[in-house]
């Protein structure tokens, strides 16, 4: 089956929990990605944040934009519970749909990896985060 995506990625980020830094990472990242022809699906700014459900329909719309999305980015902060949420979602994609998942911000998840492994952490979203990033250059 040959799929026509609408956006070229979907980023998951935080939104509700992001703060000035975030933002401005955030911001950079898609305008960039959109002067270099990439159609970016920005949840912050594609995906009504106003939810009389209580955010089941942001869950929904999110993962509409993310099947409708050739490939997933992730800004990781450990902040997020909505990332967290929309991380599961990729997931399922890349396993069923082979979507590609890789990190906007790796020398970052890098960073926490380093401190994980430091402390004896086996496992983490972070380390599966830095293993679906190198998958996605495969």
């Known amino acids: 089956m040959n799929m026509v995506f609408k956006y070229d990625e979907f980023l998951i980020c935080t939104v509700r929990e992001a703060d000035a830094n975030d933002l401005r990472f955030l911001e950079n990242y898609v305008a960039e990605a959109e002067a270099s022809g990439r159609k970016v699906y920005y949840p912050a700014k594609d995906t009504n944040q106003i939810d009389e459900t209580g955010g089941y329909q942001i869950c929904c719309d999110n993962n509409l934009a993310m099947r409708e999305s050739q490939e997933v980015s992730v800004y990781w902060t450990t902040k997020s519970q909505g990332?967290?949420?929309?991380?599961?979602?990729?997931?399922?994609?890349?396993?069923?749909?082979?979507?590609?998942?890789?990190?906007?911000?790796?020398?970052?998840?890098?960073?926490?990896?380093?401190?994980?492994?430091?402390?004896?952490?086996?496992?983490?979203?972070?380390?599966?985060?830095?293993?679906?990033?190198?998958?996605?250059?495969?």
């Not at 396993?95 to 998942?101: A, P, Q, V």
């Open 83 to 138: 990332t967290k949420f929309d991380l599961g979602m990729a997931f399922n994609q890349h396993r069923t749909e082979n979507k590609k998942i890789k990190l906007a911000n790796r020398s970052d998840v890098e960073k926490m990896v380093q401190e994980q492994r430091a402390k004896g952490l086996a496992k983490s979203f972070e380390m599966v985060l830095l293993r679906l990033d190198d998958l996605a250059k495969e």
